[in-house]
């Protein structure tokens, strides 16, 4: 009988150990997420007038890359930052709603680090139909 309360006793054990590991892993995961507005200005705002490259669908964060000019006129890939495919999907953005040339008109919060061709996308506006994201749902632009 002595051998069944140190089961008794391991396996209480082992469940300690596994929900303290999992609260960790939780924990890190969580302190990795950074906050959108630690690595971009969220009180400035830039449009970009250019065409997409790349739409890479993604969790936690999704990424457009459009070519479009910098300040001085030459021309840059820019990465923006969006939300997570899923919030996408649910807003009418699927893999196939922006194709690569589409040109597009968006604003953006730009990075904090100097030179750095990012941001955090604010709107997208498709040209060729209005197509609008970022708006009031359904909006189109002319």
């Known amino acids: 009988m002595p051998e069944v309360g140190v089961d008794r006793h391991m396996t209480h054990r082992a469940a300690i150990f596994a929900i303290a590991a999992g609260t960790f892993l939780i924990g890190t995961a969580a302190y990795a997420h950074h906050s959108l507005s630690a690595t971009y200005y969220p009180d400035k705002e830039v449009t ?40 996408l999907g649910q807003q009418g953005i699927k893999r196939d709603t922006l194709v690569v040339g589409d040109e597009v008109v968006i604003t953006m919060n730009p990075s904090r680090t100097v030179g750095d061709h990012r941001g955090a996308l604010k709107t997208l506006h498709r040209k060729s139909d209005g197509f609008g994201w970022g708006t009031k749902p359904g909006e189109t632009i002319d």
């Open 48 to 87: 970009l007038d250019g065409k997409i490259a790349q739409l890479l669908l993604r969790n936690p964060h999704s990424f457009l890359q459009i070519d479009a000019p910098d300040e001085s006129g030459a021309m840059q890939r820019w990465s923006l930052e969006w939300r997570s495919s899923g919030q």
